[in-house]
């Protein structure tokens, strides 16, 4: 992912990642504003790997209380650094 000069790396964290099926990846956007351009790059065969910060939390900053994307079916873990994970309470 980059922002509209193409040039500057956005990062972004790999939730889920399935070839054949359904992928969930979540782009730190710097300033969203009206007109925005951000690029996805995909499908590029040379690339075998990930930058490291899109599975150890660290795309998103230790400012954040936490980050959580709700997807889970028990708890809510934390997708950042601080380990603030949530949990169930009374059912869904």
């Given at each position: 992912f980059s922002d509209s000069d193409g040039q500057s790396e956005i990062s972004y964290e790999i939730e889920h990642w399935d070839t054949n099926g359904q992928s969930y990846?979540?782009?730190?956007?710097?300033?969203?504003?009206?007109?925005?351009?951000?690029?996805?790059?995909?499908?590029?065969?040379?690339?075998?790997?990930?930058?490291?910060?899109?599975?150890?939390?660290?795309?998103?900053?230790?400012?954040?209380i936490g980050v959580w994307h709700m997807q889970s079916d028990v708890a809510a873990p934390d997708s950042g650094t601080n380990g603030h994970d949530g949990a169930e309470i009374g059912g869904v």
């Open positions: 990846v979540w782009v730190r956007v710097p300033q969203y504003t009206n007109g925005s351009v951000i690029w996805a790059y995909m499908g590029n065969k040379d690339e075998t790997t990930s930058p490291v910060y899109t599975t150890n939390g660290t795309t998103w900053s230790q400012d954040y």
